[in-house]
């Protein structure tokens, strides 16, 4: 299956019960637009974490109805990430949505040792990118929370983005482990990381899914350019999955894929008790809601 954009997706959904989902800092207009929107399409069922008083008179001003008993108050930015991790640890979320407060703040109280909701498996980031320039979506890691990730915690990262692919219906996502050569160099470690992976990948550690590396962006999205250098892979011009080498290069590729090129991003941490949708907190209504959108599918 390939997914072309957003509206695709959520068109392509089957019916599900409404998710149980924790709002972290709720007390943001485009926050609880997205939430609200979901909320009307039979998505979730919201608790709201945060200013108490805030969630509420926002919530008026968008002419919504809002049981007080679904808000809990917390004054603070690690308030409500701790009281918000603590919910979903006592069983009351089946996801958890960052609202106004940085993702720094929710990861710490996520990842915390006694308290957190961690499951033992490397958590990672995806960013599922709409991109105008590209023909299906992207799925971007890990940008945001592996930091300089080794072949062990590689192969965690790219299990959690192919699992989550074919959570939303992908019979086989094809994944690119990106480096700057299509050759392994001993100077360049990640290339021997890329090509472990695609041997790893053959061999079907992965489940169903295509691996290539190491490989270039350009080849990895564009068919022309692979043909031009006579690089053969199915992989190549047509990749789901671009697997970055370090949290800077994924960071730096899902923001210039973003912002400069144009595109609708939503986000995702996996490898918790239950998906964490992490949005910028500049990120339109419409972005939020997508992630919780496809945390929503997620089984």
């Known amino acids: 299956m390939v997914i072309a954009g957003f509206p695709q ?29 979901a909320r009307r399409d039979n998505l979730i069922r919201p608790i709201l974490v ?31 990430a701790a009281q918000s991790v603590a ?15 940085p993702t720094g703040t929710l990861l710490k109280a996520a ?9 033992g498996a490397v958590m990672s980031h995806v960013a599922i990118l709409d991109v105008p320039g590209y023909h299906k979506l992207l799925y971007v890691t890990d940008g ?36 700057a050569v299509e050759t392994v160099n001993p100077a360049m470690p990640e290339t021997a990381d890329a090509a472990a992976l695609k041997a790893e990948g053959e061999r ?7 691996v290539e590396g190491p490989i270039a962006l350009d080849l990895a999205t564009d068919a022309e350019a692979a043909r031009i250098k006579g ?34 991003m939503a986000g995702v941490v996996l490898g918790a008790r239950v998906p964490i949708t992490v949005n910028s907190r500049g990120a339109t209504a419409e972005e939020k809601y997508w992630s919780i959108l496809i945390c929503a599918a997620m089984k």
Do not use: W
């Open 144 to 179: 945001g929370m592996v930091v300089a990730p080794d072949l062990e915690q590689k192969r965690h990262i790219l299990r959690n983005a192919v699992d989550f692919c074919r959570f939303l219906g992908y019979d086989c996502p094809k994944a690119a482990a990106l480096c």
């Open 111 to 119: 990842v915390h040792k006694e308290t957190g909701i961690r499951t």
């Open 50 to 80: 945060g200013r108490r008083e805030e969630i509420l008179s926002i919530a008026r001003r968008l002419g919504e109805d809002l049981d007080p008993d679904q808000v809990a108050d917390a004054p603070d930015d690690a308030g409500c």
């Open 231 to 264: 690089y053969r892979s199915p992989v190549a011009g047509d990749a789901d999955i671009l697997l970055a080498p370090s949290i800077a290069a994924g960071n730096l590729l899902g923001k210039s894929l973003y912002g400069l090129a144009g595109g609708e």
């Open 9 to 37: 997706l959520k068109s392509t959904l089957r019916e599900l019960p409404p998710k149980a989902a924790v709002v972290a800092a709720a007390h943001d207009e485009h926050t609880l637009q997205a939430v609200f929107a």
């Open 204 to 210: 079907g550690d992965f489940g169903p899914c295509l």
């Open 87 to 101: 919910l979903i640890r006592s069983g009351a979320g089946a996801m958890l949505i960052k609202g106004m407060l």
